[in-house]
């Protein structure tokens, strides 16, 4: 098992860098594409430009290219790219990007590739992406549990799920379903949890599109301005990235 790496202060319910369960060996993911690591001091600028979300019939070809360029896999792509778009449909006045979802997916999981999982092409994640008990242990936060182990497994503490990392309260009131097929919001499911990281952004930050919006939502998904500016380069390096000829 893995050790937990970095816990911010919980404000919201969303852990950062997540670890998994069970006896696998651990196979750290090192993504070819190299973020530049900027400090932005919080609330002074938004990630640049990641250029309009592509139209529906150049999407895929869209999503092969900057897929190769940013290392991101093309199905978790197509989750962001789908989430931005759906969000944008919605909540208009969020203007969350693609590419800041991105900055938070490679952050928590590497893209669903944490420990050697994968999003398959229905989205599911496999293995599936569990945290450490939040049992109050040494540089571990105390959450105890609120789902009877529902969506974690463990009916004493909470432990947060899924390539987005949500704790299963806050999961319980963000989480929706992608397609809209009335099943349950699967958070093991990279197109919910993609989709859901966007709801969530958007109820706590207000407009993503100005500084103060932009870093009260992540700062809110983790209260850690070292996360912060992890999610900022992220955001940043992949909007340069997609707009490359």
């Known amino acids: 098992m893995l050790t937990l790496l970095v816990v911010g202060?919980?404000?919201?319910?969303?852990?950062?860098?997540?670890?998994?369960?069970?006896?696998?060996?651990?196979?750290?993911v090192k993504p070819e594409f190299v973020v530049p690591a900027l400090q932005p001091a919080p609330r002074s600028a938004i990630p640049g430009d990641a250029g309009p979300l592509p139209a529906e019939a150049?999407?895929?070809a869209w999503i092969a290219k900057v897929s190769e360029n940013t290392d991101i896999p093309s199905r978790a792509l197509r989750a962001y790219v789908n989430a931005a778009e759906k969000t944008a449909k919605t909540t208009p006045r969020c203007e969350i990007t693609w590419a800041t979802i991105a900055g938070i997916g490679r952050t928590e999981s590497q893209h669903a590739r944490h420990d050697g999982s994968r999003a398959g092409e229905d989205g599911v994640v496999t293995p599936p992406i569990i945290g450490i008990p939040l049992d109050g242990s040494p540089g571990v936060l105390a959450v105890v549990d609120t789902d009877k182990g529902a969506l974690d497994g463990d009916p004493k503490w909470d432990r947060a799920v899924g390539p987005m990392q949500f704790l299963p309260a806050t999961w319980k009131r963000y989480g929706v379903r992608a397609n809209g097929d009335g099943a349950a919001p699967d958070p093991q499911n990279i197109d919910d949890a993609a989709l859901t990281t966007a709801r969530y952004m958007c109820a706590r930050g207000g407009d993503l599109g100005k500084p103060a919006g932009w870093w009260s939502a992540v700062?809110?998904?983790?209260?850690?301005?070292?996360?912060?500016?992890?999610?900022?380069?992220?955001?940043?390096?992949?909007?340069?990235?997609?707009?490359?000829?």
Do not use: C, H, I
């Open 9 to 28: 202060a919980l404000m919201a319910g969303v852990v950062w860098v997540a670890v998994s369960l069970g006896d696998r060996e651990p196979v750290p």
């Open 219 to 245: 700062l809110t998904y983790n209260n850690s301005t070292q996360y912060g500016q992890e999610v900022f380069s992220n955001a940043d390096a992949y909007g340069k990235a997609a707009l490359k000829p």
């Open 58 to 60: 150049a999407k895929d």
